[in-house]
């Protein structure tokens, strides 16, 4: 079965740090680009981040530059978001998902393969 899952999210104060995570199981992830998306209560569900299946390539959201880093170790058949200076409107679910496209693009239409999500909510 091939699956997606990601780990990793929290309760965090503004400003505080954590790292999601997005595990492989039952195929590896060294063809596939690999794009974060979070989706916040009552809005749609948004790109934050795409690798592409090298790691030789990353975009980001304007709202997340500079704060998130993406990175992947296809060995462990996993890929990490890095989000550091967390602010209230980061709160969301976070998903990964897998294109089989390599490229750092990621648009939300084609990602095949999803993961159920990990909550991260930035709060005092």
């Known amino acids: 079965q091939l699956q997606l899952v990601e780990s990793g999210g929290g309760l965090v104060q503004p400003g505080g740090s954590l790292r999601l995570s997005c595990a492989a199981s039952g195929f590896t992830l060294d063809s596939y680009a690999i794009g974060w998306f979070r989706q916040a209560p009552g809005k749609e569900r948004e790109g934050v981040s795409c690798?592409?299946?090298?790691?030789?390539?990353?975009n980001y959201a304007d709202s997340v530059k500079g704060r998130f880093t993406i990175s992947r170790d296809n060995a462990k058949n996993t890929v990490y978001l890095q989000m550091n200076n967390l602010k209230p409107e980061d709160t969301a679910i976070y998903y990964c998902?897998?294109?089989?496209?390599?490229?750092?693009?990621?648009?939300?239409?084609?990602?095949?393969?999803w993961g159920q999500g990990t909550q991260v909510t930035v709060s005092s």
């Open positions: 998902a897998a294109d089989s496209w390599p490229g750092a693009l990621c648009p939300i239409a084609r990602m095949g393969y």
């Open positions: 690798i592409s299946s090298s790691g030789g390539s990353t």
